[in-house]
């Protein structure tokens, strides 16, 4: 029995630092910003964009975000930088001169407010 009564705060102490772990561990998880909604979509077929437009699921890090958009031959065809939305800070857009029909892949690199990066590319075609 007396050994029981030893085990206890021990047992609790290890349940406890368990459960610190899994908080620190989740709160990092979610420290990154992931796209929500692209425009044009990943995978459309559209008319020349004016822009293209990703919205985050958290506010980004001006400084450190970017978009770039390249052709087929990887070539940048965005001539302006990408810029954060003032009004909504989980918003990042870059303007487009007129594109011709073809391949394009919008390059993303998104910075949360923490300082945690994410990264990713998706593609698009103008038709």
């Given at each position: 029995m007396k050994n029981a009564l030893i085990n206890r705060p021990r047992l609790a102490a290890a349940n406890l630092s368990l459960l610190v772990a899994g908080l620190a561990l989740s709160t990092a998880?979610?420290?990154?910003?992931?796209?929500?909604?692209?425009?044009?979509?990943?995978?459309?077929?559209?008319?020349?964009?004016a822009q293209v437009r990703i919205v985050f699921d958290g506010p980004l890090e001006p400084a450190f975000s970017s978009l770039t958009v390249t052709d087929a031959s990887g070539k940048q065809v965005n001539t302006e930088k990408s810029a954060v939305d003032a009004q909504q800070?989980?918003?990042?857009?870059?303007?487009?001169?007129?594109l011709a029909a073809g391949h394009y892949t919008v390059h993303w690199a998104a910075v949360a407010s923490d300082g945690h990066r994410t990264h990713g590319d998706y593609s698009f075609d103008v038709k």
């Amino acid at each position: 029995m007396k050994n029981a009564l030893i085990n206890r705060p021990r047992l609790a102490a290890a349940n406890l630092s368990l459960l610190v772990a899994g908080l620190a561990l989740s709160t990092a998880v979610f420290a990154h910003v992931f796209p929500q909604k692209q425009e044009p979509g990943a995978g459309a077929t559209v008319a020349s964009p004016a822009q293209v437009r990703i919205v985050f699921d958290g506010p980004l890090e001006p400084a450190f975000s970017s978009l770039t958009v390249t052709d087929a031959s990887g070539k940048q065809v965005n001539t302006e930088k990408s810029a954060v939305d003032a009004q909504q800070r989980a918003a990042i857009a870059v303007p487009l001169p007129t594109l011709a029909a073809g391949h394009y892949t919008v390059h993303w690199a998104a910075v949360a407010s923490d300082g945690h990066r994410t990264h990713g590319d998706y593609s698009f075609d103008v038709k």
